[in-house]
């Protein structure tokens, strides 16, 4: 299903809506367990990863220690990120889905058994860390190539907003109730509930049909990562996508320098940098939530060059100020425009990608989403050492814009991209 059905008008006299469309969770059963399920899980796993920096910290005494743990993450999720992609584009994405979602709940119960045995050693939560990111690059690009089979095509930006909704609160949520955990039951606690939570997972990706992947020509060969990035490579509009998200993450993204402004420019602490890095959470819940009027846009393209360009110039004001609260609004208008762009981006890739070479896109998107911020990261912290904060964050946002006016420029079609329509 490649998606060419035009999207039903709004019946006349009914208002805006303003509110995320529930419509995917009304009219699909599998969709809204499938939704259900991550949300939980998601909620679940976002546990996990505090407990095992706290606990990691708790043995070592180290801060090093624990920004390895993001290390031993990351590395997994590119190297098999590509590779899972492929893998999706093969197998029966329904078993892929439910056979990783398996792994990663028995990865929190090796966790919960070695806390409560006693058994505290920094290499064994180093290596389940990694084996959970192994496990997430082969589930991520299976469970998202399964939307697009799950609904029509209009409803696509609903049900990538509803997603949004997902991560943003699992985000919230999961690291402050783990926190509270921990504090109250220990760290076997936080990784049992993290496994029960799997539970709902695993229901809807039971429940889910058989998910194999439409091949054209009828053929069950080997997906080629290759072949995914080549397909890339012939789809500007697709390719755009990638590009603009690089843009955001790696020219304007200041989370690393949140430390360093709390105190510098705020006269803040630790409480400061919190309410930093939460500010474009919020604002991203926020964008999921009053997300109803994504489904009247049609120039997708547009809407992401916007969204994009609107997440830089928040940012550069960001840069400018020296008022704490300006500046957490301006910081949450920036997430508000990342969950635009996010919603958008997701639903042109799925609407735009044959079938067979959705898990391979989707392998791609995972590696852009975890390497992008990351080199955003070393990008802001060499700028900001060689010059200063507020040249690394107001010109890192400026530089957002600047670049996606020059892509803008050079692929004038993906401005006129129309999901009525849709061409990678």
Same mark, same amino acid.
């Given at each position: 299903?490649?998606?060419?059905?035009?999207?039903?008008?709004?019946?006349?006299?009914?208002?805006?809506?303003?509110?995320?469309? +529930?419509?995917?969770?009304?009219?699909?059963?599998?969709?809204?367990?499938?939704?259900?399920?991550?949300?939980?899980?998601?909620?679940?796993?976002?546990?996990?990863?505090?407990?095992? #920096?706290?606990?990691?910290?708790?043995?070592?005494?180290?801060?090093?220690?624990?920004?390895?743990?993001?290390?031993?993450?990351?590395?997994?999720?590119?190297?098999?990120?590509?590779?899972?992609?492929?893998?999706?584009?093969?197998?029966?994405?329904?078993?892929?889905?439910?056979?990783? #979602? +398996?792994?990663?709940?028995?990865? #929190?119960?090796?966790?919960?058994?070695?806390?409560?045995?006693?058994?505290?050693?920094?290499?064994?939560?180093?290596?389940?860390?990694? +084996?959970?990111?192994?496990?997430?690059?082969?589930?991520?690009?299976?469970?998202?190539?399964?939307?697009?089979?799950?609904?029509?095509?209009?409803?696509?930006?609903?049900?990538?907003?509803?997603?949004?909704?997902?991560?943003?609160?699992?985000?919230?949520?999961?690291?402050?109730?783990?926190?509270?955990?921990?504090?109250?039951?220990?760290?076997?606690?936080?990784?049992?509930?993290?496994?029960?939570?799997?539970?709902?997972?695993?229901?809807?990706?039971?429940?889910?049909?058989?998910?194999?992947?439409?091949?054209?020509?009828?053929?069950?060969?080997?997906?080629?990562?290759?072949?995914?990035?080549?397909?890339?490579?012939?789809?500007?509009?697709?390719?755009?996508?990638?590009?603009?998200?690089?843009?955001?993450?790696?020219?304007?993204?200041?989370?690393?320098?949140?430390?360093?402004?709390?105190?510098?420019?705020?006269?803040?602490?630790?409480?400061?940098?919190? +309410?930093?890095?939460?500010?474009?959470?919020?604002?991203?819940?926020?964008?999921?939530?009053?997300?109803?009027?994504?489904?009247?846009?049609?120039?997708?393209?547009?809407?992401?060059?916007?969204?994009?360009?609107?997440?830089?110039?928040?940012?550069?004001?960001?840069?400018?100020?020296?008022?704490?609260?300006?500046?957490?609004?301006?910081?949450?208008?920036?997430?508000?425009?990342?969950?635009?762009?996010?919603?958008?981006?997701?639903?042109?890739?799925?609407?735009?990608?044959?079938?067979?070479?959705?898990?391979?896109?989707?392998?791609?998107?995972?590696?852009?989403?975890?390497?992008?911020?990351?080199?955003?990261?070393?990008?802001?912290?060499?700028?900001?050492?060689?010059?200063?904060?507020?040249?690394?964050?107001?010109?890192?946002?400026?530089?957002?814009?600047?670049?996606?006016?020059?892509?803008?420029?050079?692929?004038?079609?993906?401005?006129?991209?129309?999901?009525? #329509?849709?061409?990678?």
């Amino acid at each position: 299903m490649t998606g060419t059905s035009t999207p039903a008008p709004a019946p006349a006299g009914r208002p805006p809506r303003v509110f995320a469309d +529930l419509t995917p969770l009304r009219t699909s059963p599998d969709y809204r367990r499938l939704w259900i399920g991550n949300t939980v899980s998601w909620t679940g796993q976002t546990m996990t990863a505090l407990a095992i #920096s706290l606990q990691v910290y708790d043995i070592t005494g180290s801060s090093f220690s624990v920004g390895l743990v993001g290390l031993f993450s990351l590395v997994p999720l590119v190297v098999f990120g590509l590779y899972g992609g492929a893998v999706a584009d093969t197998v029966d994405r329904r078993r892929l889905g439910l056979y990783s #979602s +398996l792994g990663m709940a028995a990865l #929190s119960v090796a966790l919960a058994g070695a806390a409560l045995l006693g058994y505290h050693r920094v290499w064994l939560l180093y290596a389940v860390v990694a +084996l959970q990111a192994v496990c997430g690059a082969l589930a991520g690009p299976a469970r998202s190539a399964m939307i697009p089979r799950l609904l029509p095509p209009e409803q696509l930006p609903a049900a990538n907003a509803l997603n949004s909704v997902t991560m943003t609160s699992g985000t919230m949520a999961g690291p402050m109730l783990g926190g509270l955990v921990v504090g109250l039951f220990g760290f076997q606690a936080a990784y049992l509930i993290d496994a029960v939570t799997f539970c709902a997972a695993l229901y809807a990706m039971w429940r889910l049909p058989a998910m194999l992947p439409d091949r054209e020509g009828g053929g069950r060969g080997r997906a080629s990562v290759l072949d995914g990035l080549r397909f890339l490579g012939t789809r500007p509009n697709i390719r755009m996508t990638f590009f603009s998200d690089l843009a955001a993450m790696v020219l304007a993204q200041p989370k690393a320098l949140f430390p360093a402004v709390a105190v510098v420019w705020f006269g803040g602490d630790a409480k400061t940098t919190g +309410l930093l890095v939460a500010a474009p959470a919020v604002g991203a819940l926020l964008g999921g939530l009053f997300s109803g009027w994504q489904g009247r846009i049609r120039r997708h393209g547009l809407a992401i060059l916007l969204a994009v360009a609107a997440w830089g110039l928040a940012i550069a004001v960001f840069g400018l100020t020296r008022n704490l609260w300006l500046g957490i609004l301006f910081l949450a208008l920036a997430g508000w425009a990342d969950t635009v762009s996010m919603v958008f981006r997701s639903t042109m890739m799925q609407a735009a990608t044959p079938d067979e070479m959705r898990g391979r896109l989707q392998g791609v998107f995972i590696v852009v989403v975890a390497g992008g911020p990351r080199l955003g990261d070393f990008l802001a912290g060499t700028v900001a050492d060689a010059a200063s904060p507020a040249v690394a964050v107001t010109g890192g946002g400026l530089a957002c814009v600047l670049v996606v006016a020059v892509l803008a420029v050079c692929w004038p079609g993906f401005a006129r991209y129309d999901a009525r #329509s849709p061409q990678p």
